[in-house]
């Protein structure tokens, strides 16, 4: 498996550091306000890694942080007149609500800085004992300097960066490129006891600390939006490599940006779609398969235009998905053809063209585009004659291949209330006639579509299960 490590700039074969285990970690959003479907990318993205990975039989540990203190959660808790924790709470609920609509599994744990302030104390002073950081009037400073490889990441020298750097008025850091760990509190800010002052952890921090507590010093991937390379990932490089004296994260992954007319979604800017606003306007699965069909790295548009194509082509597969499942279930059981199994192997080949493409750096699109070959091969060559098999093993691919990327393509066709009782008072003649096997059948059916049956002195009474 390759994938495209933004730390060598290189595609690299992918070897973990424990056999058959990924480490992985994935900054998360910070909770002042409902997230944007730009924020919704590296969620969505990542995810279906860990789902690729989990399919390729690997035990995934994925963990992705909420960061619950900042100026902006202040800022915002200040305007509604409430607490610091009631806006977190709030958002955070909206951000596992919007995940799951979005069919984002949760992460393995979801740590909340807040909630982590002990460890990063203590890694603020591992940071001080080994010579690496400062404290001044209350403030913790990390002496980027002192770091050999800074800039490792992002490519940039650290002269060229203390070039272009304003210096502040107010400055009193050693150097310019020096960065924050700890900050004093000001009035009305939450805060906690530190050595230096009563106050707050600077941003960076929290994720050093969080992969460090659950995931052990040294992980496999650290993935988040390309926006992070800097200055957040590279200062991550340089607390955790500092603090642990090792490397910290193998593969660094990086999505591209989420535009509208071609510029960054962003919050500050004013132009952004909740999750929420696009789910009202379409269902949650189109969003997520609309941002698949782009590879992760390449920068995403986002239109009205490309969501109904995202959301025809989907349609496409859910509708070659029924068919098969139609046609499987009027099937007769026989042996497969020669022919037949000639046709089931060129499907077994694009599945391996599915791996293929998600195996040379997540290639979500080609991934995509080899199920839609199933498809289209399915829809001209499988008919009512066909091996019962084979429609179900052609079907079974398509929906395992789609699961994979998160979408759920088998069609669960709801019963409607009249089409419940009619089976119900079918089931009843077929008692009075004694054709137990149909009543049974019956019964069965609507289990299997979710319908409880309960025989009542009154007559028949049934639930959705
Ligand atoms: P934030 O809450 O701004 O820290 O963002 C949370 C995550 O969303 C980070 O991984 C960002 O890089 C990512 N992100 C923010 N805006 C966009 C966008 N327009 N397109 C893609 N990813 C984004
Ligand atoms: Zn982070």
């Keep these: 498996m390759k994938l495209y490590n933004t730390l060598t700039k290189k595609k690299e074969e992918f ?5 058959g285990k990924v480490r992985m970690y994935v900054c998360g959003p910070t909770v002042y306000n409902y997230i944007h479907i730009g924020n919704a990318r590296p969620m969505i993205m990542f995810d279906t890694v860990r789902r690729y990975f989990e ?13 619950d203190v900042d100026d902006k959660i202040i800022k915002k808790a200040v305007e509604e007149g409430v607490s610091t924790t009631e806006v977190t709470a709030r958002y955070i609920d909206a951000v596992k609500e919007d995940m799951k609509n979005l069919n984002v599994r949760p992460a393995t744990v979801h740590p909340m800085a807040t909630q982590e302030i002990d460890g990063m104390v203590t890694m603020i ?15 913790v400073y990390f002496k980027t300097r002192s770091f050999e490889g800074y800039g490792k990441l992002s490519k940039k020298n650290i002269d060229d960066l203390e070039a272009g750097a304003r210096i502040a008025v107010s400055d009193e850091k050693d150097d310019p490129m020096d960065f924050v760990l700890w900050k004093p509190k000001k009035d009305g800010e939450p805060y906690w006891e530190s050595p230096w002052s009563q106050g707050r952890p600077g941003w960076h921090i929290e994720c050093s600390v969080m992969s460090k507590k659950y995931l052990g010093d040294q992980i496999d991937i650290h993935a988040g939006g390309e926006d992070l390379i800097f ?43 909740t999750v929420r606003e696009i789910g009202a306007e379409y269902p949650y699965e189109v969003l ?3 941002m698949l069909n782009v590879h992760y790295r390449s920068p995403i548009n986002f239109s009205r235009e490309l969501m109904e194509s995202a959301k025809n082509a989907l349609e496409r597969i859910k509708n070659a998905v029924s068919n098969l499942a139609h046609l499987s279930e009027n099937a007769t059981e026989k042996e497969m053809t020669e022919e037949e199994k000639t046709f089931l192997d060129s499907v077994i080949a694009l599945k391996a063209k599915f791996e293929a493409a998600m195996e040379d750096d997540f290639n979500t699109a080609d991934a995509i585009a080899a199920i839609f070959e199933i498809v289209k091969t399915a829809n001209t060559n499988l008919s009512a004659d066909s091996a019962k098999q084979l429609l179900e093993e052609t079907k079974n691919y398509i929906v395992t291949l789609a699961d994979v990327l998160g979408v759920d393509v088998e069609v669960k066709e709801e019963l409607l209330d009249t089409d419940i009782e009619n089976l ?13 096997k149909r009543s049974d059948e019956i019964r069965d059916l609507l289990l299997e579509k979710g319908i409880v049956l309960e025989d009542t002195r009154e007559g028949v009474r049934w639930k959705r299960a």
């Design 125 to 139: 002073q591992t940071l001080i004992d080994k010579g690496y950081a400062y404290a001044k009037n209350g403030t």
């Design 231 to 273: 200055p957040h990932h590279e200062n991550e490089i340089a607390q955790s490599e500092a603090a642990n004296g090792k490397d910290f994260a193998k593969y660094w992954l990086h999505n591209g940006f989420l535009n509208i007319d071609n510029k960054k979604m962003s919050k500050s800017e004013g132009n952004f779609f």
């Design 288 to 290: 997520r398969f609309f």
């Design 15 to 19: 070897k973990p550091i424990e056999e």
């Design 424 to 436: 119900i008072q079918e089931r009843q003649d077929a008692r009075k006639n004694r054709d137990f």
């Design 55 to 67: 399919y390729k039989g690997y035990d995934v540990n994925y963990v992705s942080n909420f960061t």
